[in-house]
């Protein structure tokens, strides 16, 4: 089992799941399985098996899911809906937060081993993500502005027109009372839903100021547990304003990058981690006390700095011989304003250069074609154009190419 557990670990994010599934097919047979894990590359919603189950579990579902469990490590037999089914589930919380639910599962007598095995594979997940390449961090920046522009948008879109039929419903020409009372309740019930799916939707790219940095304190102090090393912490305010997922997750990576590259430096006995919020942006410091060698700062800041730079961050390393180094970094909240690249442009007719403005914000096929009035068989045809005219083979591809040269 541990031999199966290893390969797991080192498969590509993408074939994890599958492997984890296999691996604990033994202990607990299911039908399928989905994670809902606390940082996952390329997406945090991945699922396997029965094709049902996975494409039938609405990720809100999954989050209230794991939100509405006060305790972490746990094992539970719950239900979940998936779409007009209603199926037993397993669902297991890791110690990081993350969840896993199999469909259908058989009898467990060892849920001790499902969640160590749990703990030790979402733990991976979560620092494999910690650990993305700079690039990936820059284009989850650009695209999650992107995203909430285009849900603001579609929210806007929606309210408009239920108050309007509101607006009409009132109306005294109306002499149907009881149709118009119906109708009133019914556009009522259709803003306050809107209001509430918008809220849980931005629950899915933000993160509690303070969760993420006792998810960092929680890495921190496993990592140096074995050390002779005193970690020292300056909580963020209780109240400050949530981070965006790829923040959050950029900042423990610096973190954690500076505290290991400490642990081996002898005269390095004490280290403090400090975040604070100003409502704009994160501000991040980390101090030793050990001997302050400007070679050394200059190491932390080219091991660090493209990482900030991603999230269009601004960095500071300073050493003072004696004293110690610290590392400060000021990472702005609000996602910058997604510019398509010029050269991307260049090859692109002025239709096709408006259908990739709309593809970037996240727009489907249909979406675009009400947007510009056009059929979506047309929004096709100039899909297919973009996709040849930069030399790519996915809609994915096309967005990367096209925010390649961003800028703030």
């Not at 607990?28 to 699922?47: E, F, I, N, Y």
């Not at 899911?65 to 037999?77: D, F, K």
């Not at 397993?90 to 896993?100: S, T």
């Not at 040849?388 to 996915?394: D, E, K, P, Q, T």
Request: aromatic letters at 2%.
């Amino acid at each position: 089992m541990l031999r199966e557990l290893a390969d797991v670990l080192a498969a590509p994010l993408g074939a994890i799941l599958p492997g984890l599934s296999r691996l604990l097919a033994p202990i607990v047979p299911h039908s399928g399985m989905v994670m809902l894990t606390a940082d996952v590359s390329g997406g945090r919603l991945q699922g396997c098996g029965d094709p049902t189950f996975v494409s039938g579990v609405r990720g809100l579902d999954l989050e209230r899911l794991r939100r509405g469990t006060s305790e972490v490590e746990t094992v539970r037999r719950t239900h979940i809906d998936t779409g007009d089914r209603r199926r037993p589930a397993l669902q297991v919380v890791a110690r990081n937060g993350a969840l896993l639910v199999l469909a259908d599962p058989s009898p467990l007598e060892n849920t001790g081993l499902v969640l160590d095995v749990w703990n030790i594979v979402s733990l991976h997940v979560q620092e494999r993500a910690d650990e993305a390449r700079p690039d990936y961090l820059q284009h989850a920046r650009s695209t999650s502005g992107a995203r909430l522009k285009a849900l603001a948008e579609l929210a806007d879109e929606y309210a408009t027109t239920l108050e309007a039929l509101l607006t009409a419903l009132r109306s005294r020409k109306l002499s149907d009372s009881e149709a118009r009372a119906a109708g009133i309740a019914r556009a009522a019930d259709g803003l306050v839903r809107l209001r509430a799916v918008t809220d849980e939707v931005r629950t899915l790219t933000e993160e509690p100021v303070g969760v993420a940095f006792d998810r960092l304190k929680q890495d921190l102090l496993s990592a140096v547990r074995l050390r002779d090393l005193e970690l020292q912490f300056g909580d963020p305010p209780s109240d400050g304003r949530p981070l965006p997922d790829e923040v959050a997750r950029g900042a423990r990576a610096v973190a954690r990058r500076v505290v290991l590259s400490r642990i081996d430096i002898p005269e390095v006995t004490r280290i403090r981690v400090q975040w604070n919020c100003d409502g704009v942006h994160l501000l991040m410091s980390v101090r030793d006390d050990g001997p302050g060698d400007p070679a050394d700062a200059e190491m932390l800041r080219r091991a660090t700095r493209r990482r900030i730079d991603s999230l269009n961050g601004r960095l500071s390393v300073d050493a003072t011989p004696g004293w110690g180094t610290e590392l400060s970094a000021v990472l702005p909240l609000d996602p910058p304003r997604a510019h398509l690249s010029s050269s991307a442009i260049s090859r692109l007719r002025p239709r096709e250069v408006q259908v990739a403005e709309l593809l970037v914000a996240g727009s489907g096929n249909r979406a675009i074609g009400d947007r510009l009035g056009v059929s979506e068989n047309t929004v096709k045809f100039h899909v297919s154009r973009i996709l040849r005219a930069l030399g790519v083979a996915s809609r994915s591809q096309a967005i990367a190419a096209l925010l390649a040269e961003q800028r703030s």
